[in-house]
């Protein structure tokens, strides 16, 4: 079965740097959330997006932002980028707009140097 | 403040060892509890959805139950690919996902 595809998996940068990670939700599914993990911390919600349009804001950094294209990949992309932002991103997918049950892809590794 | 807390933060148990993992909450209109588990570096992956109180679901070797203030997940003799953090979340009634700290469970063969 098809799941949620992420790139990079894994992605090195320096500070003050931009960065871009990439989402491809399972087919059709309509909503895609973006969550920041920490080392040993619960997922932090930080944007959801329903059929193209933003749906929910959590904790994203006004550095960052983020969009949803004509096909339903997500982009989030990261500007001036700070050691804090070291970070596992991960995507997640649903096929109904309020439900919890996400289907996460495996993840990009941002190391922030 | 809607708030979701796991316990214990991390348990370790000898393989056949069943025990329980909990999770308590307070949200004003509870939307669903949902159980993933997440192994190292990888994302979570779905386990259960409960909507009411005294549901139960069940997935080989775990069964989730609920009650109006918590959630327990039963892991019956497990094993050690049973290894994991397990993360339990809330949908309250602005449809917000609240997600708990996770319990690291740790089978020892």
């Known amino acids: 079965a098809a799941g949620v595809i992420q790139s990079p998996r894994h992605l090195i940068k320096e500070k003050r740097e931009t960065a871009t990670l990439k989402c491809y939700p399972i087919?059709?599914?309509?909503?895609v959330y973006w969550y920041q993990q920490g080392p040993g911390q619960d997922p932090q919600f930080l944007i959801s997006f329903y059929e193209k349009m933003q749906s929910d804001k959590g904790s994203i950094p006004d550095r960052f932002s983020a969009q949803q294209f004509s096909d339903y990949h997500s982009e989030l992309n990261m500007s001036s980028l700070e050691l804090g932002d070291s970070a596992l991103y991960f995507c997640?997918?649903?096929?109904?707009?309020?439900?919890?049950?996400?289907?996460f892809g495996e993840g990009s590794r941002l190391t922030v140097l | 403040e809607d708030q979701v807390t796991q316990s214990p933060e991390a348990l370790r148990l000898q393989e056949g060892e069943s025990s329980s993992l909990n999770c308590s909450y307070t949200v004003s209109g509870l939307r669903g509890l949902f159980w993933y588990r997440q192994d190292p570096g990888k994302g979570p992956e779905f386990l259960f959805t409960?909507?009411?109180?005294?549901e139960e679901k069940e997935k080989e070797r775990l069964k989730a139950t609920l009650t109006k203030k918590e959630s327990f997940l039963h892991i019956t003799a497990p094993k050690p690919e049973d290894s994991a953090t397990y993360l339990c979340a809330v949908k309250d009634s602005n449809y917000q996902l609240i997600w708990g700290a996770g319990t690291k469970l740790i089978i020892k063969p």
């Open positions: 997640a997918s649903s096929p109904t707009e309020n439900t919890g049950e996400l289907f």
């Open positions: 087919p059709r599914h309509d909503t």
């Open positions: 409960l909507y009411s109180a005294g």
